[in-house]
């Protein structure tokens, strides 16, 4: 497989990657705007902190979405212009560096997605829990607590 190749497969990665988390991000985000309307006191705070990571996670989506295309295209522009005297070269550095990207960029998501449903948790959880209470050293804990 030439150079061309696998850096233009590295960056398609890239692409379904960011696919896919701007999806689930996107669900995420209208879930939390419906939640707003009747949520209130700490869980409101994490709904607001839920849409406002959502947005920040969507807008950086986006620009890697566009430099992913954007190179795709410059990929495609190269082999292109390719001939049987030139042929299409892409230094090694460039095809390592993006498969590179690439694995973080599927970690970061993979990430992101993890953080989000931590997030869901710990908006789901009561809102008035009861307090712990640390037992005297001869108190038995009873089961009618």
Known sequence: MRAIDC????NAVTLI??????TLTWRWHQANRAAQARERGPV????RLNILLARLWMGLNAGVFL???????????????????HPA?????????????????VFACVGVWSLRRSLDRIAATEEETKPLRVLAPGERRTGGD
Do not use: K
């Open 7 to 10: 850096w233009e497969n590295a």
């Open 67 to 85: 430099l992913g295309l954007a190179l795709i295209e410059t990929a495609r522009e190269i082999d292109r212009n390719a001939s049987a005297a």
């Open 44 to 47: 409101l705070a994490v709904v």
């Open 89 to 105: 070269r892409v230094p090694g550095y460039v095809v390592w560096g993006t498969a590179f990207f690439t694995c973080l960029w």
């Open 17 to 22: 990657a960011t696919t896919v988390s701007m």
